[in-house]
């Protein structure tokens, strides 16, 4: 390897040293969430902030990293980044109300979301065109994997320990990154102009999506025409029109509408927004639908999702590599296609669908997204000619935005089609049904001859009857969800066909 192939992995490796310390903070506090609640009397909806709060500060402030690096050189906003991410982290571990838990969520998101759309402007501005998709596949791997290892780090930490440490649990790795960003990073360019943050346009957005989140969160609890969830939303929608207005007429946008007049740009855009949406939302799918469904230990849930680790460490840097060699449409229609099947797979799932059948199906899943996102970022940036700074924080903003919302949809509709199937299962659920009676009377037959009491057999065969009656409809409700997300891929497979071939980019943009 030449000397300045070996710089530029270095600095993708100081990049993803960093991202692995704060993106995996999106998910460790979350399992901590019942101790914090527990500690400080929090509501649900006081706790859910403890995520929303993250998710909106790192989505907005990855439209602040192009200015950052503008403004400073990516070496001294890296280093401030993570000095803010561990600022953060020390802030929610030292706090004495849920204010301060606030607060810090909110740092250690801003810390994550400057850092994240830096490795993807070193790819294109420091790699040869050949070399970019691996480069990509490598760095992605690292960013779409550390959640996932989350919610297993925080309850190893809260089980050992105690919830506050897991805010300050990766701070060493962050600390451990500002040195070698420091001495491996490029510093500020000495004919650099000046920069303007557009702060407007970052409020509005980071606004717009936490009480996106939050409505959806309260409508799911108290019902979609509560005054409380229809004025979160209106004010949503407001917000973020508000956001797309200024955009259009602000000298030095966050989000530059130059971007989406490019139709290759929009329609890869669209993908990667997609693929962010598929990726959280089946991660938060998939462990809840093993353990509540077919009552699978916490541990043979992780057993499930190890073939789909392996499949996507595999998948993400060959598909990489691959669409440096190859037209990456194919590529992309192809990841498209397989994630979209894998949940169809899923939605055939049942009570004793076997476990290899779960992890295959699984495995599938995640095979198809490593081979979506590396050439959905390719294509993206190779659109992006001229305004590759700008264009690579747009991605990941992309990318994160449909994280954060798959997930509140995929959490909405679960809710509300368990809702649906348990009232259409209601009307059977009466002495009317010749079959219902049946039922209740073999089982209080059975209970009988185990010694129980006649007087309590009756009640527990009705309750058993209801638990399996909840059972059918929680089923129902996973497979509408997993037929919902296989649906949709497969309808936009497609879409990675009109996206224009291979063009040359720009090295700086």
């Not at 200024?246 to 989000?255: F, I, M, N, S, V």
């Not at 669908?353 to 970022?377: C, H, K, Q, S, Y």
């Not at 009377?441 to 010694?451: H, N, V």
Request: with cysteine; proline share 5%; net charge neutral.
């Amino acid at each position: 390897m030449s000397e300045r192939a070996t710089a530029r992995w270095s600095m993708i490796g100081v990049l993803a040293l960093g991202s692995i310390g704060s993106m995996t903070t999106a998910t460790t506090v979350n399992v901590a969430l019942p101790s914090i609640s527990g500690a400080f009397g929090l509501g649900q909806e006081e706790a859910q902030w403890l995520s929303t709060a993250f998710l909106a500060s790192s989505t907005g402030f990855m439209l602040l990293s192009g200015w950052a690096v503008a403004a400073a050189g990516m070496r001294a906003a890296f280093s401030v980044a993570m000095l803010v991410f561990v600022a953060g982290g020390l802030c929610g571990a030292s706090a004495q109300e849920p204010a301060m838990l606030i607060v810090g969520r909110v740092m250690q998101g801003a810390g994550a979301g400057l850092i994240q759309p830096m490795a993807v402007l070193v790819i294109f501005t420091r790699f040869p065109e050949g070399a970019r998709g691996l480069a990509l596949g490598v760095y992605s791997l690292c960013v779409i994997v550390s959640p996932a290892f989350g919610p297993a780090v925080g309850g190893v930490l809260v089980d050992a320990f105690d919830w506050r440490v897991v805010f300050v649990a990766t701070a060493p790795l962050g600390l451990a990154a500002i040195p070698l960003a420091m001495s491996i990073l490029p510093p500020r360019a000495a004919d650099a102009g000046k920069a303007k943050a557009d702060w407007v346009g970052i409020a509005l957005v980071i606004a717009a999506i936490a009480l996106t989140i939050q409505g959806l969160a309260h409508g799911r609890r108290e019902g979609w025409d509560d005054a409380g969830t229809t004025a979160r939303l209106w004010l949503a929608l407001a917000l973020a029109v508000a956001f797309v207005g200024w955009e259009a007429r602000h000298p030095a946008p966050a989000l530059d509408p130059r971007l989406f007049r490019r139709p290759g740009f929009a329609l890869a855009g669209l993908t990667i927004f997609a693929s962010g949406a598929a990726i959280y939302a089946s991660t938060f799918l998939a462990p809840m639908f093993v353990q509540a469904v077919q009552h699978y230990s916490p541990t043979a849930a992780g057993e499930a999702l190890i073939p789909a680790g392996i499949a996507m460490a595999v998948c993400f840097p060959l598909a990489g590599r691959l669409s440096d060699h190859t037209d990456a449409r194919l590529l992309l229609c192809a990841g498209l296609a397989l994630f979209g099947a894998s949940m169809l797979m899923m939605a055939e799932g049942a009570t004793q669908t076997e476990f290899a059948a779960v992890a295959t199906a699984l495995a599938l899943g995640r095979a198809g997204i490593g081979m979506t996102m590396p050439p959905a970022n390719a294509l993206a940036m190779r659109q992006a000619a001229g305004l590759l700074a700008q264009a690579a924080p747009a991605a990941t903003f992309l990318s994160q935005t449909g994280g954060a919302l798959g997930v509140a949809l995929a959490s909405v509709l679960l809710e509300e089609r368990t809702a649906f199937h348990a009232d259409a299962m209601a009307p059977m659920l009466n002495e009317a049904n010749a079959q219902l009676g049946d039922a209740v009377a073999g089982i209080r037959a059975a209970l009988a001859t185990g010694g129980v009491h006649p007087g309590m057999a009756d009640a527990a065969a009705v309750a058993r009857i209801g638990a399996a009656a909840r059972a059918s409809a929680q089923l129902l409700a996973f497979r509408d969800c997993f037929f919902v997300l296989g649906a949709g891929f497969l309808a936009l497979a497609p879409v990675a066909i009109l996206l224009p071939g291979r063009v040359r980019a720009t090295q700086i943009g």
